[in-house]
C-alpha cells in the first residue's frame, strides 16, 4: 500500500481533452489506482487507524464499524480479520474471504465489552501486495459504579441500656457509571436499619441516597456492626461500620436531671460568652455563620430577642445590646465576637455572671435584662471553666441577679473531651443544674443548640418526665428542688415517664434516681 505521504506527490499524468490540457493531480479522493496504468493491482485503506472507545459501563458493549476501502484497480480479496489484545475486543463474525471490487469498500463491526483498562487492535489481512496485512489500533476504559457512605461510619456515641439512637448516613455512587443497589443488611447487636430507599435503587454517578440507622443496646461494652451493601460495585459487598457502645446494666443507678419550663416568655435576653483564646478562631466563625439560625428560631416561634456578646473581665458587651428590631444584628453579632480578655479569659461563667450583675441601672449593659423575658447564657468554650473556687460561685450569682436563668454551653464533651477541646467540667455542671442545653464544640453543626434555645423560652410548664431507660420496679426517688418527695406523683410505664398528680412550679429542678430495668420489653 502506497504511504498516505506519498500518495499526495503522485502525478496522474497529463489528460488533453480536445484543446484543452488537464494537469494530473493527487487521486487520494479517486477510487482507481492510476499510477501506473499497465499494472492492474489492488490497494487496501482503512478509514480509520485507531479507535478510542472512552469509558464504558463495566461488562457492557459498545460498537464502532471500520471501513475497508479498494484504491487499486483489481479486486482485493479479504482473507482474516483478526482481533489481538487483552480479549476485550471481538470482531462481529463475517464470510471471509470476500472480494471488494476496485473502487469499492467493505465493512466490519469491532465491539469492545469493558473489563478494565483495555487496549488490542484487528489486524486486517489482504491480498495487497504491497500492505498484506494492515490494523486498528483499539483503546477502551470500564466504568465502575463505586458506593461510599457520606460520612464514612454510622457513630451513635453511648447510648443507655434499653434506650435508642439513631444516625444518618448518604450512600453515594463516586464512580463513573450507574450504581444499582440490591439489598442492604444490618449486623451487629443492637443494630437495626430505621429507613432506606426501596430496593433495587439505581444512583447516576455523583447521586446519593439516605439510611438511617438504629441501635438499642441490650448490655454494656463495644457495640459494633456493619451495614453490608449489596450491589453492581466489582468489590459486590460493601462494609459501612457502625460504632456504638451501650451502657448500664440493671443494677446500674440513673441520676436524670429535669427543669420545669416556666414559659412561654415574651422574649429571650441572651449573654454569650466566647472564649477569646486562638484555638477558637474556627469556633468563633462557625458561631458567626450560624447566628442566623438562632435568629430564625426564636422568631418562627414569635419571642422577641435581644443578645450581647461578652469576654472581657468587666463583663461589658463587645458590640452593644444586639436586638431583633436591628437590621445589622448578624454584622454586629460578627463583630463581637472578637474583644477583650484579661483575668477571666478562662473563666466564662464569671464574666457571664458580670455581664448580669452590670445589666441593672447605671451598668455598661443597662436594659440587658427585661421583666418577663427569660435570662439565657451561652458559653463557648475548648476547655473547663476556671471560676473560683467552683463554678457553683458564679452559677448561684446568675440566679440571684437574673431568676430563672439557663446556661447552655457548646464545649468538649465529659469525659473525654474530643480531638479539639478538653472536657467542658464546670461548664456542664452549670448547664445541668440550670436545665440548659449542651453540646459538642467539636460537631460542626450546632443547630441543635439555637433551637433548643427557643424551646426553653417557649415550653409550657409539664406534668410528664420521660425518662431515659426503663426503671427497675420500685427504684424510683423524685426530688423536687433538692428535697425528696413521696406523693404526688406516679410512674407511667407506657410513657417511660414520671408523672406529677399537678405541674410542678415552673423552674423547679426536678431529680429522678432510679435503678436500669433489666426488662428492655
Given at each position: 500500500m502506497t504511504p498516505p505521504s506519498h500518495r499526495a506527490s503522485k502525478l496522474l499524468g497529463v489528460l488533453v481533452v480536445g484543446s484543452l490540457t488537464l494537469v494530473g493531480c493527487d487521486r487520494d479522493d479517486g477510487l482507481v489506482k492510476q499510477d501506473d496504468r499497465n499494472s492492474s493491482e489492488p490497494d487496501i485503506t482503512l478509514d480509520v487507524w485507531s479507535i478510542d472507545f472512552g469509558s464504558v459501563p463495566l461488562g457492557d458493549s459498545a460498537t464502532r464499524t471500520v471501513t475497508v476501502l479498494n484504491r487499486g484497480n483489481a479486486?482485493?480479496?479479504?482473507?482474516?480479520?483478526?482481533?489481538?489484545?487483552?480479549?476485550?475486543?471481538?470482531?462481529?463474525?463475517?464470510?471471509?474471504?470476500?472480494?471488494?471490487?476496485?473502487?469499492?469498500?467493505?465493512?466490519?463491526?469491532?465491539?469492545?465489552?469493558?473489563?478494565?483498562?483495555?487496549?488490542?487492535?484487528?489486524?486486517v489481512g489482504s491480498s495487497d501486495p504491497d500492505s498484506p496485512a494492515v490494523s486498528v489500533e483499539l483503546d477502551g476504559q470500564a466504568a465502575y459504579p463505586h458506593v461510599e457512605a457520606?460520612?464514612?461510619?454510622?457513630?451513635?456515641g453511648k447510648v443507655v441500656r434499653c434506650g435508642e439512637e439513631t444516625d444518618t448516613a448518604d450512600l453515594v455512587n463516586v464512580g463513573e457509571a450507574p450504581l444499582t443497589i440490591t439489598e442492604l443488611d444490618a449486623v451487629g447487636s443492637g443494630w437495626s436499619i430505621l429507613s432506606a430507599p426501596e430496593l433495587p435503587i439505581t444512583l447516576a454517578p455523583n447521586d446519593r441516597t439516605p439510611v438511617e440507622m438504629r441501635f438499642s443496646p441490650l448490655a454494656d461494652g463495644d457495640a459494633p456492626g456493619a451495614l453490608w451493601v449489596t450491589s453492581n460495585d466489582p468489590r459486590e459487598l460493601v462494609e459501612v461500620p457502625l460504632v456504638a457502645r451501650g451502657e448500664g446494666y440493671a443494677i446500674d443507678e440513673r441520676a436524670e436531671i429535669h427543669v420545669q419550663p416556666s414559659g412561654p416568655y415574651?422574649?429571650?435576653?441572651?449573654?454569650?460568652?466566647?472564649?477569646?483564646?486562638?484555638?477558637?478562631?474556627?469556633?468563633?466563625?462557625?458561631?458567626?455563620?450560624?447566628?442566623?439560625?438562632?435568629?430564625?428560631?426564636?422568631?418562627?416561634?414569635?419571642i422577641d430577642w435581644q443578645a450581647a456578646v461578652v469576654s472581657g473581665d468587666d463583663g461589658c458587651t463587645n458590640s452593644?445590646?444586639?436586638?431583633?428590631?436591628?437590621?445589622?444584628?448578624?454584622?454586629?453579632?460578627?463583630?463581637?465576637?472578637?474583644?477583650?480578655?484579661?483575668?477571666?479569659?478562662?473563666?466564662?461563667?464569671?464574666?457571664?455572671?458580670?455581664?448580669?450583675?452590670?445589666?441593672?441601672?447605671?451598668?455598661?449593659?443597662?436594659?440587658?435584662?427585661?421583666?418577663?423575658?427569660?435570662?439565657?447564657?451561652?458559653?463557648?468554650?475548648?476547655?473547663?471553666?476556671?471560676?473560683?473556687?467552683?463554678?457553683?460561685?458564679?452559677?448561684?450569682?446568675?440566679?440571684?441577679?437574673?431568676?430563672?436563668?439557663?446556661?447552655?454551653?457548646?464545649?468538649?464533651?465529659?469525659?473525654?473531651?474530643?480531638?479539639a477541646a478538653d472536657p467542658g467540667y464546670g461548664y456542664v455542671d452549670a448547664t445541668e443544674w440550670s436545665g440548659g442545653v449542651t453540646e459538642s464544640v467539636c460537631d460542626p453543626d450546632w443547630s441543635d443548640v439555637f433551637e433548643d434555645l427557643g424551646s426553653l423560652a417557649a415550653d409550657e410548664p409539664t406534668d410528664t418526665f420521660p425518662l431515659e431507660a426503663p426503671p427497675e420496679d420500685d427504684s424510683i426517688e423524685v426530688l423536687v428542688d433538692g428535697e425528696t418527695t413521696t406523693e404526688g406523683w406516679s410512674y407511667d410505664a407506657d410513657q417511660q415517664a414520671v408523672v406529677f398528680d399537678e405541674d410542678p412550679e415552673g423552674g423547679?429542678?426536678?431529680?429522678?434516681?432510679?435503678?436500669?430495668?433489666?426488662?428492655?420489653?
Open positions: 479486486a482485493l480479496t479479504v482473507n482474516r480479520v483478526t482481533p489481538e489484545g487483552t480479549g476485550a475486543f471481538t470482531v462481529v463474525e463475517s464470510s471471509l474471504p470476500i472480494q471488494v471490487g476496485a473502487g469499492s469498500e467493505w465493512t466490519f463491526e469491532v465491539v469492545y465489552t469493558a473489563a478494565g483498562i483495555d487496549t488490542g487492535r484487528v489486524e457520606d460520612p464514612s461510619e454510622f457513630d451513635v415574651d422574649g429571650v435576653d441572651i449573654v454569650f460568652f466566647i472564649d477569646q483564646s486562638s484555638s477558637m478562631d474556627t469556633e468563633r466563625r462557625l458561631l458567626g455563620e450560624r447566628f442566623h439560625l438562632l435568629v430564625d428560631s426564636l422568631d418562627e416561634v414569635g452593644g445590646i444586639i436586638t431583633q428590631g436591628d437590621s445589622s444584628a448578624v454584622t454586629r453579632f460578627i463583630d463581637g465576637l472578637t474583644g477583650d480578655w484579661g483575668w477571666f479569659a478562662e473563666s466564662g461563667l464569671t464574666v457571664s455572671s458580670m455581664a448580669l450583675a452590670a445589666a441593672g441601672p447605671g451598668g455598661c449593659n443597662e436594659g440587658l435584662l427585661r421583666d418577663e423575658a427569660l435570662p439565657l447564657v451561652v458559653i463557648v468554650a475548648d476547655e473547663q471553666d476556671h471560676s473560683e473556687p467552683n463554678w457553683q460561685a458564679p452559677m448561684l450569682a446568675m440566679a440571684e441577679t437574673a431568676p430563672g436563668v439557663v446556661v447552655n454551653a457548646v464545649v468538649g464533651p465529659v469525659p473525654d473531651g474530643c480531638d423547679v429542678i426536678i431529680e429522678i434516681r432510679y435503678v436500669i430495668s433489666s426488662d428492655c420489653g
